[in-house]
């Protein structure tokens, strides 16, 4: 009857046949027990307070019953009645560290640190070891301002391996979000990253948040390489290989962003990502093939990220029309923009390269204005668009967008400067033509044919 009493949350008539148990049975310390925790359900606190002193009078001063009670007294903000209770254990156990702890954490919830202090140092001489505790009176140390004594206490508790590598985890978390704003503070860091990484040198956490530290003040090559010993302790974390990987593609390291992805690839291959790198890794070292298997492969594992698939098929793109095979670049470019239909990274290439094959050049002018309106006053999208003018013969509008290009940062650029002095060539300027060729070899980077052009002061294309 009691079960079925219990499961269908009959709980007041659960209570009322316990209070007739304890009554015939007055030593039966298990019913007291039922009995207290029908109380705290119907929230009668104060009755179930009673009823553990009854367990209490018979089986003396208990770890199980002082923590239940003290559990209430929290819940009510007796702060008072929940320190007697902890100097009662203490009384009775005076050789048991944890108990001190509570009651430093009792007197810091009531507003009293000075005797928390007291506590925690009474727990210390107890246990001097304890790292639990060293967190607790860097609390106190902060709660003065005393912020170097704080710091000192962390440093202790870290260096014990018997805190927990979450919990110093947690920590550091804390110190990533407050390092934000005071900088001062990530030599600190910094030095707990240290001390992490030497008390749990088999523990990929440990590595893990030092690179994140490293990572988010760009020191990359440290970065880098806590996240490979993260990795050498535990290759089954996606997330440290993903910022290896970008690690990888930030130092421009593609030989080793190719084989870091290559295994990413065969360890989590349903992710799109790594074959995203790896593909951008292989168009780097000018491996197009292997990169349009990666892309390819890879797209199909994209789900719900529009934006990436775009970038997908951009790169497919890329690398098709490196391979020269025009038309599966083309279609790759066109899925692109059926998905990002303003992504002017796209829009500026496939009209370049669609002009520079001279195909479909209606198509590529529609595209490179378009380009040009998405993201204004880009010296190199000006520039594609001007040229393509230029190869549909336009060249009067061709001199205009040029010569914007040139204005807006594109002095330097020896593509630009070249492009330009083909325009004048064509609208009969040849002297001019002439002298911004000769620039643009000077700066270094122009075509193959900078040099015939100059020497017989003629346009070859």
């Known amino acids: 009857m009691l079960i079925v009493l219990k499961e269908n949350k009959n709980i007041a008539e659960y209570a009322k046949v316990y209070e007739t148990l304890v009554k015939k049975n007055p030593n039966k310390v298990e019913f007291y027990y039922e009995l207290a925790n029908a109380y705290l359900f119907l929230g009668k606190t104060n009755e179930a307070i009673k009823t553990y002193d009854k367990v209490e009078e018979r089986t003396g ?7 239940q009670k003290l559990k209430i007294y929290r819940s009510l903000k007796s702060f008072d009645k929940a320190i007697e209770e902890t100097n009662k254990l203490i009384k009775a156990y005076p050789k048991e560290a944890k108990y001190f702890g509570m009651l430093g954490e009792l007197y810091q919830d009531k507003g009293q640190p000075d005797k928390a202090f007291d506590a925690y140092n009474d727990l210390l001489k107890i246990d001097p070891n304890n790292a639990y505790v060293h967190l ?12 170097e004594k704080a710091f000192e206490e962390i440093k202790l508790a870290f260096k014990s391996k018997d805190l927990d590598i979450d919990t110093k985890v947690k920590i550091l978390l804390s110190y990533y979000s407050i390092t934000e704003v005071y900088a001062e503070l990530k030599g600190d860091a910094d030095e707990l990253c240290k001390i992490i990484v030497a008390v749990h040198p088999d523990d990929a956490k440990a590595f893990s948040i ?8 760009k020191k990359n090559e440290e970065a880098r390489t806590q996240f490979r010993k993260a990795i050498a302790l535990d290759k089954e974390k996606y997330a440290i290989w993903n910022q290896l990987l970008v690690l990888d593609s930030d130092l421009n390291d593609f030989e080793a962003l190719q084989k870091d992805s290559k295994e990413a690839m065969e360890l989590f291959p349903n992710q799109p990502v790594p074959y995203f790198f790896n593909g951008a890794a292989n168009i780097q070292l000018k491996k197009y093939e292997d990169a349009v298997e990666a892309f390819t492969t890879g ?47 796209v829009l500026n290439n496939y009209s370049y390269y669609l002009s520079l094959r001279k195909t479909n050049l209606e198509r590529a002018e529609a595209l490179s204005k378009k380009c040009n309106q998405v993201e204004p006053n880009n010296s190199s999208y000006q520039d594609t668009y001007g040229w393509i003018l230029y190869q549909m013969n336009k060249l009067e ?58 020497a017989d002061k003629k346009l070859y294309e």
């Open 61 to 67: 001063v208990s770890e199980e019953v002082s923590v």
């Open 136 to 147: 607790s009176i860097a609390d106190y140390y902060r709660s003065k301002k005393e912020n």
């Open 210 to 217: 030092y690179g994140d530290f490293l990572y988010r003040d």
């Open 299 to 345: 797209k199909e594992f994209v789900f719900g990220n529009d934006l990436l698939l775009a970038q997908f098929y951009a790169n497919i793109g890329d690398a098709q029309n490196q391979l020269k095979n025009h038309s599966a670049s083309d279609e790759a470019y066109e899925k692109a923009l059926e998905i990002d239909p303003n992504s002017a990274y």
């Open 397 to 454: 509008d061709a001199k205009i967008w040029i010569g914007k290009a040139i204005d807006n940062g594109g002095k330097g650029n020896a593509t630009l400067l070249e492009h330009y002095g083909d325009v004048m060539y064509k609208l009969g300027n040849t002297d001019e033509a002439l002298n911004y060729w000769i620039n643009a070899q000077k700066i270094g980077g122009a075509s193959n044919l900078i040099d015939k052009k100059i």
